[in-house]
């Protein structure tokens, strides 16, 4: 009976700790946000494009465009009528409807010329539309001769240099230059176009009735087809809003349809996927998976003092427990001794 005793109070102190660990951490028990992260419904945005709308004040909400730093260059000389030229900035202000406009977005200067030429507002100057579109209503035409060559000079010189609003090249922005024309050049536009789009600047050229086929093609970007237009008045110019906003506006690239499992995130003229909170991005780039979840056990303070000094007082009892029945087996040795030698 002595013997068993200590072990009975072993084996209780090892069973209260197994007892306090497990009801502390209890592996077939989840935590509660867990299981509503689990359960949280996984969507997917695979949205159809929307249609086009030739409105230019009503553009869609998914329409982007790409940042560009854009320079329209207007013919306003003699043979543009006034009426004519009132026509010419309707269009340009149909074209900064159908831009996603900022600092960080679309960038637009308007160069103006004549016999001479004069920058309107430069690409650092406006960066909200109602702002953009006074700007353009307040342009006078120059009239007189058409320097078309010397136009596109000073786009380049003046308008697109990071001094005048034009991001650097290490941003990747496109340079776009929109040239607007009804006549034949009175200058040479061959060696400064290509100049310009040496330099990265992607031009277009728009003829209008009397406008020069010839010219135009030497001006613009190749391929041709895409980057040389002709409408036969100013009245109808405003038409071209709708082929630019096919060129120059992307659709949202989340809203045409992506592989992402949880979020979709624009970004230009691509996309990236992010996962919601509590998970993380698969190598695939793709899908998601739960974060691992790192278990730790928390003692209260109060149970492990408690804890410690039932140990010592049960290590104490065992100690002394043990002497006595070292005494006790000394005494019965030396008495089965004393029985021994009778």
Known sequence: MMTSLPWSLLCCTVFLLLSEVFGTYHPGVRDPQLIAAQSYAQTRNNGRPPVRTLNPSKTDSQCRSRPLDLVFIIDSSRSVRPGEFEKVKIFLADMVDTL????????VAVVNYASTVKIEFFLKDHFNKPDMKKAISRIEPLAAGTMTGLAIKTAVNEAFTEQSGARPRSRKISKVAIIVTDGRPQDQVEEVSATARAAGIEIYAVGVDRADMRSLKLMASIPLDDHVFYVETYGVIEKLTSKFRETLCGLDPCAMGHECE???????????????????????????????????????????EARLAFQKQTQAAIQRLTAKLADVSGRIQHLENMVGHL
Not at 100 to 107: I, K, L
């Open 100 to 107: 996603d406009v900022g600092s960080e977005a679309t960038r």
């Open 262 to 304: 949880h979020i979709c995130v624009n970004s230009n003229a691509s996309y990236y996927c992010k996962c919601r909170s509590g998970y993380i991005l698969n190598a695939d780039k793709k899908t998601c998976s739960l974060k691992p979840v790192k278990v730790e056990v928390v003692e209260d303070p109060c149970k492990c």
